[in-house]
């Protein structure tokens, strides 16, 4: 991939073009041979853990990626960095390809935050080795500026120099992760996709963790994918929503939107899923019932119409293509189709049954 003159950089970013963009973007995973002795599948057979997704991040936004575990959404994002190949469409940055010849510039502009900030980090590796080492790697500094590096990524994270010679054992949970996105920062990168940041943190330390996210974005300039199942969390994080059922986007719209009024049944679904604050509110309908279908062999039609109360004939035979419902929200559901169902079965919201 090469890398773009700033002028052209610059003139893109006024033509609208997206610092990240999928283009029908897949991964399948085939299934064959023998598992525990008996026929798992054979080759014809695949899990579709990303499929067909189109999305666009412009530079110094902040999309996040929600949905049940096991829709796809850290597959999604792998293969954002390419730590997954895809099995068809293609990933742009800047609006150029990815491709095999790109993947060695590619970690100097996107980065990973895991979910687990202990298993991310070498239990062996003091705090100032392994920073140092990924600064070693993409010689981003001399060996005599490495330790003042190391040093300005710990304070920019809220992390004393002085605990540099620590190990990871040694840490909290909060420490931890804040180590992991002082690793991410080390080379400078302008995208980052965090995956499930603060769901392997106490409660009391997950606002700290992304208010500090928050701040390195308007201090450098970041723009973050935002994978996470916790509509609180991504309510307080995001710009955009972008909803995955079994690989497929279901719905995308502005936060605000979103949370105001959710329009596919699905996310309507994971917003009655959210713990109420006040006990005294009574929730008329119930949250999505019947576990995620079978990935191998997902339903025909929508492939959410076992678990949807709104389903209709068209939606077991027919997946919905993405209506846009207006300038900046799409989904896909039948129920926004005029042509399938009365202009007023699409006014639903969570409570309203």
Same mark, same amino acid.
């Given at each position: 991939? !090469? /890398?773009?003159?700033?002028?052209? %950089?610059?003139? #893109?970013? &006024?033509?609208?073009?997206? $610092?990240? +963009?999928?283009?029908? =973007? ?40 929600v949905g049940e575990s096991g829709c796809g959404k850290s597959t999604f994002g792998r293969l954002l960095l390419q730590l ?51 600064? !070693? /790697?993409?010689?981003?500094?001399? %060996?005599?500026? #490495?330790? &003042?590096?190391?040093?300005? $990524?710990? +304070?920019?994270?809220? =992390? ?128 999505? +019932? ?64």
């Amino acid at each position: 991939m !090469a /890398v773009l003159p700033e002028a052209e %950089r610059v003139q #893109r970013e &006024a033509d609208g073009v997206p $610092l990240v +963009e999928t283009r029908n =973007l897949s991964k399948h995973y085939e299934l064959h041979g023998r598992v525990l002795g008996r026929v798992r599948g054979d080759e014809r057979e695949a899990v579709r853990a990303v499929d067909d997704v189109s999305l666009r991040i412009m530079r110094g936004d902040t999309v996040s990626l929600v949905g049940e575990s096991g829709c796809g959404k850290s597959t999604f994002g792998r293969l954002l960095l390419q730590l997954e190949q895809p099995t068809s469409g293609e990933v742009r940055y800047e609006g150029v390809v990815f491709d095999k010849d790109g993947v060695a510039d590619l970690p100097r502009k996107a980065q990973i935050i895991f979910q687990d900030p202990f298993s991310s980090l070498n239990p062996r590796k003091t705090v100032r080795r392994a920073i140092e080492e990924v600064l !070693a /790697v993409h010689r981003i500094c001399p %060996r005599n500026a #490495r330790k &003042a590096r190391v040093d300005e $990524l710990l +304070e920019r994270v809220g =992390l004393s120099p002085a605990l540099a010679n620590r190990r990871p054992r040694q840490f909290s949970g909060g420490q931890r992760q804040r180590i992991g996105i002082a690793r991410a920062l080390a080379v400078g990168p302008e995208f980052i996709v965090a995956d499930e940041p603060v769901s392997a943190l106490d409660v009391s330390v997950q606002a700290q963790v992304l208010n500090l996210l928050v701040e390195l974005q308007e201090q450098l300039d970041l723009t973050y994918l935002f994978i996470s199942h916790n509509l609180g969390v991504v309510r307080h994080v995001s710009r955009r929503v972008v909803v995955m059922y079994l690989g497929k986007v279901v719905e995308e719209a502005p936060t605000g939107e979103l949370f105001e009024k959710p329009l596919h049944p699905y996310t309507q679904a994971l917003m009655l899923a959210v713990p109420q604050l006040d006990p005294d509110e009574v929730v008329a309908a119930p949250a999505v +019932e019947g576990d995620l279908p079978n990935p191998i062999h997902p339903p025909s039609g929508c492939h959410f119409h076992p678990r949807c109360p709104f389903a209709m004939d068209v939606c077991r035979s027919e997946y919905p293509p993405l209506y846009r419902v207006s300038p900046e929200r799409v989904v896909a559901c039948h129920l926004y189709d005029s042509r399938a169902a009365d202009a007023s079965a699409a006014d639903v919201s969570p409570g309203a049954q």
